[in-house]
């Protein structure tokens, strides 16, 4: 029988209503015991590292999730993580970046109505995500939530309140679970859920323990003074930049002093870091089709972040700032894949 290491850290799942709003007040064991359609499917074995509303999830938080990966590997087949729904796609991005080439499933979940919530969808997330962890073509980092199985570079959350709340951005999802069944796409990538990085990683991973927080993602929104860049070079040392559209940046000053091109280079001029997205989910963005974006595109710091998510972005930048911060280097693991996040390398 399969051994599965579940891993709670409190979210929606885990609340109950307590007079001042819903918090989270269950145990894993609890969480565990009121599904008992899992008994019988593995051996398993509840860790809680914390019990808190994602809403406070932070990036000490997910190194903490690592670890409890890292140290029950050798013993476990697979993994359930139990956690809180708004920052459910930065943990599974971060995870994907921490814990590199999993040949066993890193799997989270977790539920938009509380466990005792009449009408709950959180019995069936668990159910189904351990069935996914469970099965032998399962591995590396995803998110298992509403019968859909995407990769964790791939997630966003949609919907407030829909149980569908997780939809996959610019990549199929890798599987559908329908009640006990998972189907498995044939789309790139999708076929086994495996990933380059697994499959050459062998039996044991690749963990990394250090990440840079010093990361924000920046929205621009008509009227944004350039002047914010000043402002928050002493608290970051990169910012993901949500550009208009396909990667349009207002051209407010003609480049001189003052303008978004002369507070964008002097950013990364000083040794920070700019990653260029778009604020658009779907279809990613090109620096080169209009003028307002072209004369970003080749300048040397400027990261371009293609159709990936700006949750990967912002853990993927956090990653890499751990590891160095050397221009070629960092550049260099930005643009390397890692479970999906580039399909286009």
Known sequence: ???????????????????RGLSPAATGEELARSVPEIAGLCGLTVVQPMNIDSTNMRPADWLRIRDVIAQGYDDHDGFVILH????????????????????????????????????????????????????????????????????????????????????????PPLALIRTEKIIRGTGAGAACGASADAEAGGP???FHDTLNPRVCALKLTPGLTPAV???????????????????????????????????????????????????????????GVYEVGRVY???????????????ALVAKTMWVLGQTRDPDRVRELFYAPVNFDRIDG
């Open 229 to 287: 860049f000043g402002l928050l070079k002493a608290a970051y040392d990169a910012i993901i930049l949500e550009t208009f559209g396909i990667g349009g940046i207002p051209e407010y000053g003609d480049g001189g002093a003052g303008s978004f091109q002369h507070a964008i280079f002097d950013w990364v001029d000083s040794g920070r870091t700019i990653v260029m997205t778009t604020q658009v989910p779907e279809e990613g963005m090109d620096l």
């Open 84 to 171: 809180g729904t708004d920052t459910m796609a930065y943990t599974a991005a971060a995870l994907s970046y921490l814990v590199q080439g999993s040949a066993k499933p890193i799997v989270l979940t977790g539920s938009q109505q509380p466990m005792g919530a009449p009408f709950t969808d959180a019995k069936l997330n668990i159910y189904q995500s351990l069935l996914y962890a469970l099965d032998d073509a399962s591995r590396d980092v995803a998110i298992v939530f509403g019968g859909a199985v995407i990769a964790g570079t791939r997630a966003r959350k949609q919907r407030t309140m829909s149980y569908n709340a997780f939809k996959s951005i610019n990549f």
């Open 297 to 311: 595109a080749d300048h040397p710091g400027i990261l371009k972040g293609g159709d990936m998510t700006t949750e």
């Open 1 to 19: 029988m399969k051994k599965i290491l579940l891993i709670a850290t409190g979210g929606t799942i885990a609340s109950r209503e307590d007079g």
């Open 204 to 206: 044991r991973p690749n």
